[in-house]
DNA sequence: TTGAAAGCGCTAACAT
DNA sequence: ATGTTAGCGCTTTCAA
């Protein structure tokens, strides 16, 4: 005794509409219904009109479990980040949703909450058809599941990852010219201690743009002062707590590079704390141009990475992936580009031209 | 010709382990080994050891489209937001990942991106058993689908909505008395100009607040003053902007009330740039004590929101839902708490004790 | 306790 | 162009 379409005795819907209730209410076989879903030839103009208009008036949903076991492919797509509180992962977010979202896939989010071991697992789990494919963040543990996602072919891309040699699907930007272009500014400001603030020091990111600040000190014959060197985190108090530090320098710098914006913010706050004008007593440059930056007081000269269009390449390339999961293995490195605001000016003391 | 389990003739594996493979393995019906899967009755510890066995060593995972596809329920959760760049988002996520988690749930993210048609667009198609429950975190537009939703027992929790009467399973906090334990603090400090800036007035917690403030002065006997009043949106640009508006009054306030904590930091921001000493020369104080609260400087006095646990308390509700979907809508409301740190104190100059 | 068998709603190959 | 049929991997009766 099937519980079936059409046939409810009492008042009351036993189920959701399928494609077998529109059949009938179209009156064709329910792979013609399957045919006009999926946009396929081979449909009469007539029947179609026929069945499009059935689905309309019975409200019709496909659901979409049933779609991903018989075709193997469940339009949905992981995302594996750490942690959300930034506008830098919400820019990435909105790219990769805008772009999945015209291709009519949907987003299955994991965050790991610094829980490093929850990657493998949830890796695992996507993998077993669960998604079509994987986007990650900044990941932290991606050297434990890289090699298996690559051996059973799962489209995946990687965004903001830089493993050193490894040829990974994954979307960057130029960290480390990015960098030469805020420091070589600075300089070109007149600035000759320039602090700096690392990132987290795990990532690929966080070491090229401190490669950048090094090589670039050097093409100008800059001394590299260890102590103007300390390692942040990417938060916000850490660029608060390493400026102190760096502005209680015997000889302190006269400005300083963030690594990100965040930090960047922190170190506002604790210049005004100690009583000093920005950007007058103080350059500050930071990196990523999230939206906050262009909102703070002074406003903030950075290193803009273009997330939201990071989010795009990477969900453009895994739909690629998916598409085709033997496509080369490509590395998108997008352009970044120094933002000059008003947080940065010539030094006011030991100027180089000695004005003042 | 099935392409089946066990006998592939090439050396490559052509399909994932199944129910199926397991079984063989085991040396046992598959039925069985689904019993063992969702922990059933009626299974010999002998052959549930022996399954147990198999799926390891196969290293077994679960469709889970098709047990959704079979078992009617997906083990998903659909999270309907409409950003994600504050902490508020990722406390709030932290808390409802990890309830869960716990339960093996999956969580399928949307962000609208302040696109508010888009809400009832996910909201059709989670619905149709994409999801088994639906949370959403300070909806815009929830009126257009709550009657659907109710209407189809689809479960469904909100979080942070307040809809003046309507009976909607909800989740949210004291809105009203944090404001008038914020205001009334104040006030204690001898603070009798106290500026306040509004959250998002069509959200149900921005009145509440704007309520209790309006509130609490007239029990204190202090005249209420439009002046003083600020519409915001719960950025921080906006906290900067009004409050400039704010202090350019011909008698600005001595302390100001910003309807969350990121546009609290916007008043820390225009008061520093007019020159103006924290808290000496203006109290402020917040509303949410996201993380960022305690690591700025000072340390900002702020209206507590359990965040994670209204993302536990919305999922644990949620999941009562799922289980018995006739279950009594239920509206929990969580206590906030004024957490009292370093940016009020009494007001200088027209003191009420008239000291200094 | 265990196995056999019938679908869940759909796609895709195969007929017609 | 359209219909028929065989599964996708699993849960869940129903027998045994």
Redesign the pocket.
């Known amino acids: 005794?099937?519980?079936?379409?059409g046939s409810n005795g009492a008042g009351q819907r036993t189920?959701?509409?399928?494609?077998?209730?529109?059949?009938d209410e179209a009156?064709?076989?329910?792979?013609?219904?399957?045919?006009v879903?999926?946009n396929?030839?081979?449909?009469?103009?007539?029947?179609?009109e026929r069945v499009l208009r059935a689905m309309a008036q019975l409200g019709?949903?496909?659901?979409?479990?049933?779609?991903?076991?018989?075709?193997?492919?469940s339009r949905v797509v992981g995302l594996l980040v750490d942690y959300l509180s930034t506008s830098y992962m919400d820019e990435i977010i909105r790219g990769i949703d805008e772009t999945l979202d015209t291709e009519d896939y949907d987003l299955m989010l994991y965050t790991t909450h610094r829980r490093k071991t929850k990657e493998s697992a949830y890796v695992t789990k996507l993998t077993r058809?669960l998604a079509d494919g994987l986007l990650l963040i900044l990941p932290r543990n991606a050297a434990a599941y890289l090699e298996t996602l690559r051996q059973r072919q799962f489209p995946h891309v990687l965004i903001d990852y830089l493993s050193d040699g490894q040829n990974v699907p994954s979307v960057s930007t130029t960290n480390f010219r990015g960098t030469c272009d805020a420091i070589t500014y600075l300089l070109s400001l007149g600035h000759r201690r320039i602090g700096f603030i690392t990132g987290t020091m795990e990532f690929g990111c966080a070491r090229d743009r401190l490669n950048g600040y090094k090589a670039t000190l050097k093409d100008h014959g800059v001394p590299f002062d260890p102590q103007l060197v300390c390692e942040g985190d990417f938060q916000q108090p850490c660029g608060y707590l390493d400026s102190q530090k760096l502005l209680s320098l015997p000889e302190p710098p006269t400005a300083i590079f963030a690594s990100n914006d965040l930090m960047a913010f922190g170190v506002m706050e604790a210049a005004r704390e100690r009583g000093l004008h920005l950007p007058e007593d103080l350059s500050i440059i930071g990196f990523d141009d999230i939206p906050q930056a262009a909102h703070v007081h002074p406003t903030l000269t950075t290193v803009r990475q273009p997330l939201e269009e990071m989010g795009r390449s990477a969900a453009r390339l895994l739909l690629k992936y998916i598409a085709q999961p033997t496509a080369a293995v490509e590395r998108i490195e997008l352009p970044t580009e120094l933002i000059i605001r008003e947080s940065c000016q010539g030094p006011r003391a030991r100027s180089i031209n000695g004005s003042q």
Chains 1, 2 share one sequence.
């Open positions: 005794m099937k519980k079936n379409p189920h959701d509409v399928t494609i077998f209730d529109v059949a009156g064709v076989s329910y792979a013609t219904v399957s045919r879903i999926n396929k030839d081979h449909v009469s103009p007539e029947k179609r019709y949903v496909a659901n979409e479990q049933a779609r991903s076991l018989a075709g193997g492919t058809k």
